[in-house]
């Protein structure tokens, strides 16, 4: 079964110009886009891959690794705040947000916080 928010296992089924598709069962096709495919990667072959939606709410694959996953703490650091909510560096490319619904207090760009 695949868990998004945590490392998985999974089957290379397409490979295309922009990146590969992962067999993710019952969360369907899942894309690893290119700058994340090992060089010598081909169809068929196993990845262990983290799951976690961006910002358009798609399903992601990257062999990155984050500092937690579900059900984890880790001390993150504040990058960046706006309108939305505060971006803490969690050892993904993209930046972990933490929307002000969220957030008591409210978090400082350049603190720890404990998530």
């Known amino acids: 079964?695949?868990?998004?928010?945590?490392?998985?296992?999974?089957?290379?089924?397409?490979?295309?110009?922009?990146?590969?598709?992962?067999?993710?069962?019952?969360?369907?096709?899942?894309?690893?886009?290119?700058?994340?495919?090992?060089?010598?990667c081909d169809i068929?072959?196993?990845?262990?891959?983290?799951?976690?939606r961006d910002s358009e709410d798609r399903l992601i694959a990257t062999t990155e690794k984050p500092f937690a996953m579900?059900?984890?703490?880790?001390?993150l650091k504040v990058v960046a705040v706006n309108q939305t909510g505060a971006f803490l560096n969690w050892g993904l490319m993209k930046d972990l947000l933490v929307p002000y619904s969220e957030q008591k207090p409210r978090m400082e760009e350049g603190k720890l916080y404990v998530v």
């Open 1 to 40: 079964m695949t868990e998004i928010g945590r490392l998985n296992k999974l089957r290379v089924v397409k490979q295309l110009d922009f990146g590969v598709y992962l067999d993710g069962g019952e969360l369907g096709e899942i894309l690893m886009p290119v700058r994340y495919v090992p060089v010598q």
């Open 44 to 52: 068929g072959d196993e990845l262990e891959v983290f799951i976690y």
């Open 70 to 75: 579900v059900g984890e703490f880790a001390l």
